[in-house]
């Protein structure tokens, strides 16, 4: 269970998250969804297919990425929650970011969780910042930060640093006070490689050690379009396929672009249980 605005959300049948990018330069959907009435449209659609969440990000963390400043950051937000929150009230909103004035900023709109691809890594104030707004807290797996992410792919053995790595983070929030944690094996090019990827969604059972709920982020990422030789537009097919086998291996929540797939990934993947 994880609380988010007062409503229990029992994560025992696992839940679908929907990306929302307001970012111009997001790797898959980037810039699709600037104008305000496309914005409604799209999560209309998220909702209407069985999003449980939607995750709204502002901040491209694709490599390379460029930078954006926190004000601007907050100022491409922070309306959006408004206007998403105004229209439909029953809403469970996420916000993608690893800084803690973002975060703050988020939740005082109406955002119910904070998701930080840094794990508080990237701005010291960003555990205590989450303690006070008692919200649930994503936290992903990550070295470096954006732009020095895709160096950094060096371990003796991966899942096992994963879960040192996840131990510490889960301790230091706890000391703050957070409740609800999810985790995130941050697939894709967050400091792994095309193999360590595979690696990790093979064991990743492993991490029910944690005793947490897991995250999945695979939606038409490289590590899909590569190995089919194809190209973002073309790996629904092979999200679907990850999605599967990582609900077969314990993930909660399917962060995803498309939400109708993922749902009946969910609803097929149940049956075997």
């Known amino acids: ?16 998250m929907g990306i929302l990018n307001v970012t111009p330069n997001s790797f898959y959907d980037g810039g699709k969804h600037k104008e305000i009435n496309s914005i409604i449209h799209q999560v209309d659609k998220m909702l209407s297919e069985g999003a449980d969440f939607i995750d709204i990000g502002a901040y491209s963390s694709k490599p390379s990425a ?9 100022k491409r937000l922070v309306p959006i929650v408004k206007s998403l929150v105004e229209t439909f009230p029953n809403i469970v909103l996420s916000v993608d970011t690893f800084r803690a004035q973002v975060a703050k900023a988020s939740v005082e709109n109406g955002v119910a969780m904070v998701n930080d691809i840094a794990a508080g890594l990237l701005d010291d104030k960003m555990l205590e910042t989450v303690a006070e707004l008692k919200v649930p807290y994503i936290m992903m797996h990550m070295r470096g930060n954006p732009q020095t992410m895709q160096s950094l792919t060096d371990y003796n053995d991966i899942v096992k640093e994963m879960i040192f790595y996840f131990s510490e983070r889960i301790q230091k929030a706890r000391s703050f ?32 050690m944690l005793e947490l709920p897991i995250l999945v982020g695979v939606s038409r990422k490289s590590m899909i379009y590569k190995v089919l030789e194809s190209s973002p537009q073309e790996a629904l097919n092979g999200t679907s396929v990850l999605n599967t086998i990582a609900l077969q291996k314990g993930a909660k929540i399917l962060r995803v672009h498309d939400v109708k797939e993922a749902v009946e990934c969910i609803k097929l993947v149940s049956k075997l249980k």
Do not use: R, W
């Not at 007062?6 to 679908?16: A, M």
């Open 66 to 74: 460029e930078f954006v400043s926190e004000e601007e950051e907050i």
């Open 1 to 16: 269970m994880i609380n988010c605005n007062g409503n229990l959300i029992d994560l025992s049948t696992p839940k679908v």
């Open 177 to 208: 006070g957070i409740s609800d944690i999810v985790i995130d094996p941050g697939f894709g090019f967050f400091a792994k490689t095309l193999e360590q990827n595979y690696e990790v969604l093979h064991k990743m059972e492993l991490f029910e």
